[in-house]
């Protein structure tokens, strides 16, 4: 079936730092795949996604790039802020799905220190 | 446009109540999800329809819980008895037919459930 595996948490970082975050999946198919972010108290928010081999999805600063050889979807900002504190999720949409549904990773905290 | 709206947005219940989760999904949004949010287990999937009907419900962890979809704009997520293992977030998400906004889920801000 579907997997994501997500680094574990928590990252702690001093601001202006350079952000990584690791996501590798296993799937079927052609998935589409996607970050959510989780602040404190607050529900899911979409914050980037890729449909296709090599799309790049960026958004606030984030980017991450779809590349299907080494199945993975990594995270990545240049210059971290304290308001970026929060979970962030790897999750995909695949066949096993019926590209209905997210399959979503354990979460990797990030934690950024002025 | 209104996001999915979920109440309570926090509920502290007695082990034993019924407790009963609200979703009103994103108006034209054919699909719904309900998820739930737990530190051991992370983001589950408890069951989804498509347009009202239960489409997958294998992740409802027992009989205890139930998940009805009368009608486009209104779903709920029933638990009878409630147990503290219960305690957990439990989020409520629709999309629309791939094609016609992408191929996004979109998620309301949550019910924190607490149960004593």
């Known amino acids: 079936g579907n997997s994501v595996t997500q680094m574990e948490g928590p990252v702690t970082l001093s601001e202006e730092a350079f952000l990584t975050i690791n996501c590798t999946y296993t799937?079927?198919?052609?998935?589409?795949l996607f970050w959510y972010v989780q602040y404190p108290g607050e529900g899911l928010q979409l914050l980037l996604k890729?449909?296709?081999?090599?799309d790049k999805g960026s958004n606030k600063g984030f980017e991450a790039t779809y590349r299907k050889e080494t199945t993975s979807f990594h995270l990545e900002k240049g210059s971290v802020q304290v308001s970026d504190s929060a979970v962030y999720f790897c999750?995909?949409?695949?066949?096993?799905?019926?590209?209905?549904?997210?399959?979503f990773g354990k979460g990797t905290m990030l934690l950024v220190s002025p | 446009d209104a996001g999915v709206i979920q109440s309570p947005r926090h509920e502290v219940t007695e082990m034993g109540q019924e407790v009963t989760l609200r979703c009103k999904p994103i108006?034209?949004?054919?699909?719904l999800f309900w998820y739930r949010q737990t530190m051991m287990r992370g983001l589950e999937l408890l069951i989804y329809?498509?347009?009202?009907?239960?489409?997958?419900d294998s992740g409802m962890p027992e009989d205890r819980f139930s998940a009805k979809m009368p009608n486009a704009s209104f779903s709920t997520l029933k638990i009878q008895p409630s147990e503290p293992r219960d305690s957990a977030v439990y989020f409520c998400?629709?999309?629309?037919?791939?094609?016609?906004?992408?191929?996004?889920?979109?998620f309301g801000e949550g019910s924190w459930l607490t149960v004593v």
């Open positions: 329809f498509n347009n009202n009907v239960p489409i997958d």
């Open positions: 999750a995909l949409i695949g066949l096993n799905s019926g590209y209905s549904t997210l399959t």
């Open positions: 998400a629709s999309r629309p037919t791939w094609g016609l906004s992408g191929n996004t889920i979109y």
């Open positions: 799937a079927t198919g052609y998935p589409s």
């Open positions: 108006s034209g949004h054919d699909y």
């Open positions: 890729a449909t296709k081999a090599d």
